[in-house]
């Protein structure tokens, strides 16, 4: 149960590290203006996803993208979590059987697409503020 809270704390601390790197630029309404200046390519999606996934036009759309693809992981985490108890205590999780008469499975395939997502996002904020960023070297707090 301990590894379930702590990897809900995990998605927690991607998103705190979104608002960290918002915050070094100085407040989301800056960003957003910086941001709007930058090159409409920065809002594109490389393969695959840029034949599922419109342009993000940069400016205000650009930010609350990155937030609200950092905050999906953490709700869908702190849900996942939940329901990863919930069916450890009717004993239909069975970590590590991929069977899907089991929970595992599910919660698996759903943690990771969730968690990819987030980290994409995180790193296409930072390659589009990355020159506002450099003299922080904010990705040696991350790791």
């Known amino acids: ?11 927690y601390v991607i998103y705190c590290f979104l608002y960290y790197l918002i ?3 100085g407040d989301e309404h800056l960003l957003a203006n910086i941001l ?3 090159p409409s390519e ?5 393969w695959p996803f840029k034949y599922c996934l419109k ?10 993208h990155c937030k609200l693809g950092t905050l999906q992981y953490v709700v869908l985490k702190n849900i996942l979590t939940v329901l990863t108890v919930i069916l450890e205590w009717n004993n ?4 590590g059987d ?21 980290l994409y996002v995180l790193v296409k904020f ?3 503020a990355r020159q506002e960023l450099q003299s922080f070297r904010p990705v040696g707090n991350f790791a």
Do not use: C, D
């Open 42 to 46: 920065l809002g594109s999606h490389p």
């Open 126 to 128: 930072y390659y589009a």
């Open 92 to 95: 239909l999780y069975r970590e």
């Open 1 to 11: 149960y301990l590894r379930a809270f702590r990897e809900s704390y995990e998605a």
């Open 55 to 64: 342009r993000w036009p940069m400016g205000r759309a650009f930010v609350n």
């Open 98 to 118: 991929f069977s899907p008469k089991y929970g595992y499975l599910y919660v698996t395939t759903l943690t990771n697409f969730s968690q990819t997502w987030a």
């Open 36 to 38: 709007r200046n930058k």
């Open 23 to 25: 915050a070094l630029i």
